[in-house]
């Protein structure tokens, strides 16, 4: 998906702020404080979201189906559940609307 270096990217990055910058880098690398990844260390002993209790906590639950999310989700996102093909379809309604890629 990258080509090589992108100086927007590195320039956005620099302005976050030392905690933002770690939990944005942990959620694209999945390495972030989720009780998954938690459990995979042995620094916890159970994988599953503390929110919905329902499946184990990785990056992409916040973002798609954890029930005890659902109402921000909608809030900010206009959809309860989400699924990577929502993802995409999000993703690429932005690229569009940014004339950019036509």
Do not use: W
Not at 40 to 63: G, I, Y
Not at 81 to 86: E, G, K, L, N, S
């Amino acid at each position: 998906m990258l080509k090589g270096i992108d100086l927007s990217l590195s320039k956005h990055a620099l302005r976050l702020t030392r905690r933002d910058l770690r939990i944005l880098i942990g959620l694209l690398t999945g390495h972030a404080d989720l009780n998954r990844h938690l459990t995979l260390m042995k620094v916890r002993s159970d994988p599953t979201c503390p929110l919905c209790q329902e499946e184990e906590e990785t990056a992409l639950l916040p973002f798609g189906r954890c029930s005890a999310l659902s109402t921000t989700r909608f809030t900010l996102l206009g959809l309860y559940h989400m699924d990577c093909t929502d993802l995409g379809n999000i993703l690429l309604k932005l690229a569009k609307a940014s004339r950019r890629f036509l």
